[in-house]
């Protein structure tokens, strides 16, 4: 399995810089050399960095980007796009709870009546998650056997073409906060996504992780409305970019296509799509938007290659 912990700090510049097959320091801890621990040096990256395939997986950000590969709109629109599609789809299942929203419902079957009469659609029955994000973004992901030796699942595009700049997988699990108890969840867990500002998104689909997902996620259904995607966790995700956690970490041999990206929720997101977020907060205590993490394109993707990742980044 694809480890995903990042290690990447913000600071005044870039505290660890990757020289040839070592880390070297930038001095900028006034030269007192190679730290032994990440007390000792926020900039020194995290004692996995060896698994994450060393020198070669590190991202330079420049200050001014914000670590944003495309903007927050662009995310926003292409996870309405996808969401909208997959419920218009699933319409027949969704009425009831829609019958609370009439707006929303009248405006969901116009556009379910409209892609029938477009003649798209051969037949009525639901296509299945997959087939829907092939028809509205023109590629689909899939979990599979990864090229990598001993690296177990990867993600792969099954079909299609992914452009450069494309959101094309999505990190699922439960978001943590700082201070918020993750320990016990951590233990052995190598799918732990660490953000920019230390919130972390726990993307493990079995044991003590898989319970605590599925508890927030019961406690916070409004009503008919689920306010998050539980069917991650299982192998069928109705959600069908919600493989982020699978993507492996590039090597020497194979250079990263994507790249992760911060997100957060904003307020006015559509209730009735929020059932097809893969992300859920641990507690309520603070008040603040959801933060999902998205897989963006660095190049064109083509159908049958696999995705890779730079899990380590340095922030100016």
Excluded at 73 to 86: G, H, N, P, Q
Aim: hydrophobic share 35%.
């Amino acid at each position: 399995m694809a480890p995903a912990e990042r290690g990447r700090e913000r600071g005044a510049g870039p505290a660890w810089r990757c020289c040839g097959p070592a880390w070297r320091c930038c001095a900028g801890c006034g030269g007192a050399g190679t730290p032994i621990s990440t007390a000792s040096c926020p900039g020194w990256p995290s004692t996995s960095a060896g698994s994450a395939g060393g020198a070669g997986t590190l991202r330079y950000v420049p200050e001014g980007s914000q670590d944003k590969i495309i903007s927050d709109e662009d995310v926003f629109e292409t996870l309405l796009k996808v969401f909208t599609a997959l419920l218009v789809n699933d319409l027949s299942r969704q009425v009831p709870a829609l019958a609370l929203l009439p707006g929303a419902v009248r405006s969901y079957a116009r556009l379910r009546t409209a892609e029938l009469a477009a003649g798209s659609r051969s037949r009525q029955e639901p296509l299945s998650p997959e087939e829907v994000l092939l028809r509205t973004l023109g590629f689909s992901v899939t979990r599979d056997r990864s090229s990598l030796l001993s690296a177990g699942t990867g993600v792969f595009v099954r079909e299609g073409f992914v452009p450069k700049g494309a959101v094309v997988a999505m990190y699922p699990g439960t978001v943590y906060r700082k201070h918020e108890p993750i320990f016990f969840q951590s233990l052995g867990n190598p799918f732990i996504f660490r953000c920019i500002d230390g919130i972390l998104i726990d993307g493990n689909d079995k044991g003590l992780s898989r319970s605590v997902y599925r508890s927030c996620s019961w406690r916070d259904q409004l009503g008919p409305f689920q306010m998050s995607d539980v069917s991650w966790l299982t192998a069928a995700p109705q959600n069908p970019l919600a493989v982020g956690q699978y993507v492996n970490n590039c090597s020497y041999d194979k250079a990263a296509n994507v790249c992760y990206q911060e997100f957060d929720v904003p307020r006015h997101f559509p209730v009735e799509l929020k059932q097809y977020l893969p992300n859920i907060v641990y507690s309520h205590e603070i008040d603040s938007h959801l933060r999902c993490v998205v897989l963006v394109t660095l190049r064109d993707i083509n159908q049958g290659e696999e995705l890779f990742s730079n899990y380590y980044t340095i922030v100016n």
